[in-house]
T-cell receptor
Framework: GIQVEQSPPDLILQEGANSTLRCNFSDSVNNLQWFHQNPWGQLINLFYIPSGTKQNGRLSATTVATERYSLLYISSSQTTDSGVYFCAVDNYYGGSQGNLIFGKGTKLSVKP | KAGVTQTPRYLIKTRGQQVTLSCSPISGHRSVSWYQQTPGQGLQFLFEYFSETQRNKGNFPGRFSGRQFSNSRSEMNVSTLELGDSALYLC??????????????FGPGTRLTVL
């Protein structure tokens, strides 16, 4: 099955700093999502981005499907950005309807 | 539009008991997926339902089962609970679960503790 690797596993930033989170995947995908897990455990949708580039405020994401990676950019980080960021993919044509495969996440801590 | 809802939010059970968790998808969404999150194994796929049919299943023992109703609401059941079943159980819905309609939206989860 598809393997998903996220880096770095941990990241500590000062408020106001920028960061880049990376997600590598081992096969072609037709869904790639970035999530932020809040302290209560809920996964908040950040981007649905199987290919291309999207921006939403201070966050942006780029997926290069041909090279099998995606990047999540966080600019001017705030303490509320702290938490775990997950990348997840699926490969419908591999027979995996509704089956997101998650990376292990990047734990981000933003210090005031 | 209301998001995905899950009930109950917290559960405490003892070994050997069984438990039923409920998930109501976003209105109009017909695909419901279930995931288990533990510190050791991370987020793992349990199963996916579409139009009351299980289309896909993860690598979990038969003690884990689910179903979907005609209104797309879904339940999952875990029988003969083990200590290792303690986890956050997350439900997600999407419009169709297939290309073009497979963005998943998650509920707040049910935190199950098995004593």
């Amino acid at each position: 099955g598809i393997q998903v690797e996220q880096s770095p596993p941990d990241l500590i930033l000062q408020e106001g700093a920028n960061s880049t989170l990376r997600c590598n995947f081992s096969d072609s995908v037709n869904n790639l999502q970035w999530f932020h897990q809040n302290p209560w455990g809920q996964l908040i949708n950040l981007f649905y981005i199987p290919s291309g580039t999207k921006q939403n405020g201070r966050l942006s994401a780029t997926t290069v499907a041909t090279e099998r990676y995606s990047l999540l950019y966080i600019s001017s980080s705030q303490t509320t950005d702290s938490g775990v960021y997950f990348c997840a993919v699926d490969n419908y044509y591999g027979g995996s309807q509704g089956n997101l495969i998650f990376g292990k996440g990047t734990k981000l801590s933003v210090k005031p | 539009k209301a998001g995905v809802t899950q009930t109950p939010r917290y559960l405490i059970k003892t070994r050997g008991q069984q438990v039923t968790l409920s998930c109501s998808p976003i209105s109009g969404h017909r695909s419901v997926s279930w995931y288990q999150q533990t510190p050791g194994q991370g987020l793992q796929f349990l199963f996916e339902y579409f139009s009351e049919t299980q289309r896909n299943k993860g690598n979990f023992p038969g003690r884990f089962s689910g179903r979907q109703f005609s209104n797309s609401r879904s339940e999952m059941n875990v029988s003969t609970l083990e200590l290792g079943d303690s986890a956050l159980y997350l439900c997600a819905s999407s419009w169709s679960g297939t290309v073009g309609g497979n963005e998943q939206f998650f509920g707040p989860g049910t935190r199950l503790t098995v004593l």
